[in-house]
């Protein structure tokens, strides 16, 4: 048995973001194959959504439901436990990836060669910089033709705003892709197209000027790569990996997923230098990962799509202490104890019972209803993590009752899709009508789907536009221009789940006008503000 801390140490808990077609899959596939979880590459399961056709996204959605592992995949490597968590590239679930970052300790981007940094890597990226979650960046499909690497370094810095340093660097590319130089280790690796290639294959090169490059990769080759690295030191600061933890730097790899090229370098370095479980802030304190008492926090709720069995999945990150099975703890929202008798731990493409979780490591709690996302288990303490902002939905819709008689089964089904995080449901001010906000419209169909297979009500839409959802800070509400404010504005005004105040604004006009003539009302465009 290892002690606690040597467990904690051991843990890589990171989720992979791109666009989606950059190539996310094809890498945590090989990735797993590295650590040796699964024998033969097309194992890991594709989840993403090629068409937008809602059959499709509902067959994409049943699958999901009975194979929820592929949520969380985790496989041991060179002894460090490593656990990659599902972000989801598609944008209409940009809200379950942003939901997922508050749960990992470090990301991978992958960016395509041709098509360099595209609109899902911008969001993506900034979210994390938000945060100041450690980045590595893998630049992916080098054998084929694509950007020069200067140019695409330069994308990173100015449309993603990081501060990068190439760790690798590609000599030639597509027809004439010859290889890595591996800068970090002082390396080179040449392509030959073999998915099968291993470690042997790299040759230690210490002196660039060495004739045994000349020899390896050919004399205009081994001249422009020497060029290259002069410009790379000239240009970049040396990897220091303090500022890649402090999400300073983001050290950068260039391969090829699909030809396990270049994967090899970038796993061993994400397992040397990426964090172990980090502190994590809860409204009342900073909880550090060795603490001994037990805290965690839902970030995702899968449900199953079984409409027979209303079960869900609660994923639960663990920050401090271990999670036994069996042993009670605090829901501290609802204030009351709960045992779990089957935990889920998550292996490989598999889920499976497991006795004991560690910091960094995501269990899977059966419930039939219990946890909302943002839910804290402690062991006694009244800690409630902070982290789990809802920004403004894109979508808005009036959702009304279809069919009187399942009024009860309407509203059940409603505020549990809430708590999933399926969408946003706002109840306004003047008239109580309930509407919902979604990332994108085809949560619509898949809410209307859902309350009629598993809850067995019907419900219909109705227009009502608004441009932004915009929460609004009550910590200035008794002067009079708040007061005017909510007159004013009664019309727009509504309560959010957690009976926050929303102003929804109709358009971006109004919204300006709104900021210009009510200086001293705060609005803001996520739901967690200081
Ligand atoms: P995701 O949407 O980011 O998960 O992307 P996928 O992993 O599904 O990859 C999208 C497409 O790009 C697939 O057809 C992959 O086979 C292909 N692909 C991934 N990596 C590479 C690569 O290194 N080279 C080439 N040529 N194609 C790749």
């Excluded at 599902?86 to 679930?93: I, L, V, W």
């Excluded at 995702?300 to 099975?325: C, Q, Y």
Aim: charged fraction near 30%.
């Amino acid at each position: 048995m290892m002690d606690f801390k040597t467990e904690i140490q051991r843990r890589r808990t990171f989720g992979i973001i791109s666009h989606p077609d950059a190539g996310k899959t094809t890498l945590t596939e090989k990735l797993l194959l590295f650590g040796g979880a699964i024998q033969e590459a097309g194992a890991v399961k594709n989840n993403k959504i090629k068409k937008t056709a809602t059959s499709d996204f509902m067959e994409i959605e049943r699958q999901r439901g009975i194979s929820v592992a592929t949520s969380v995949l985790a496989f041991i490597y060179n002894d460090k436990k490593i656990n990659i968590l599902d972000t989801p590239g598609h944008k209409d679930f940009a809200e379950d990836t942003f939901r997922t970052l508050t749960a990992v300790d470090s990301v991978i981007v992958v960016i395509d060669v041709a098509k360099g940094v595209e609109e899902q890597t911008v969001k993506l990226v900034e979210v994390c910089r938000m945060r100041n979650i450690p980045m590595l960046v893998f630049i992916n499909k080098l054998d084929r033709e694509g950007k020069d690497a200067f140019d695409l370094l330069d994308d990173l810095e100015q449309k993603l705003g990081l501060k990068v340093t190439p760790l690798s660097f590609p000599i030639g590319m597509g027809y004439d892709f010859k290889g890595i130089y591996n800068i970090y280790e002082k390396n080179v690796n040449l392509f030959s197209g073999d998915s099968k290639k291993n470690i042997e294959d790299t040759i230690a090169i210490d002196d660039l000027q060495s004739p045994e490059l000349t020899t390896l990769i050919g004399e205009k080759a081994a001249d422009t790569l020497r060029d290259d690295l002069e410009l790379v030191n000239g240009v970049y600061p040396e990897f220091n990996k303090e500022a890649y933890l402090k999400a300073e730097q983001q050290p950068v790899f260039f391969g090829s997923a699909l030809n396990n090229f270049g994967v090899r370098e970038l796993l061993d370095c994400f397992i040397n230098i990426a964090p172990p479980p980090r502190p994590k802030l809860a409204e009342e304190r900073l909880v550090d990962s060795n603490e001994k008492e037990l805290s965690g926090f839902v970030f995702k709720i899968h449900a199953n799509m079984d409409p027979k069995h209303r079960d869900r999945l609660a994923f639960v990150k663990i920050v401090s202490g271990t999670f036994e099975r069996n042993k009670p703890y605090l829901h501290v929202r609802q204030g009351k104890k709960l045992k779990f008798s089957s935990p889920n731990a998550f292996f490989a493409e598999k889920k499976e019972i497991v006795d004991i979780s560690y910091p960094g490591d995501i269990v899977g709690l059966h419930d039939t209803g219990n946890f909302k996302i943002g839910d804290t288990l402690t062991e006694g303490e009244q800690l409630n993590y902070k982290g789990i902002p809802s920004f403004s939905p894109e979508h808005f819709r009036y959702i009304n009752n279809a069919d009187p008689l399942k009024s009860k089964q309407l509203y059940k089904g409603i505020d549990q899709l809430m708590d999933e995080g399926v969408a946003q449901l706002f109840t306004l001010e003047l008239n109580g009508r309930k509407v919902i906000g979604t990332v994108g419209a085809l949560q619509f169909e898949v809410i209307q789907y859902r309350l009629e297979h598993e809850y067995g009500a019907k419900c219909s839409y109705e227009n009502f536009p608004v441009h932004k959802a915009c929460w609004v800070d009550q910590s200035n509400n008794k002067t009079d221009e708040f007061k005017e404010f909510i007159r004013v504005k009664q019309k727009f005004l509504a309560k959010d789940k957690k009976g926050q105040l929303v102003f929804l604004a109709d358009s971006s006009f109004s919204l300006q006008m709104t900021q210009q003539k009510y200086s001293n009302v705060k609005l803001h465009f996520t739901s967690e503000f200081d």
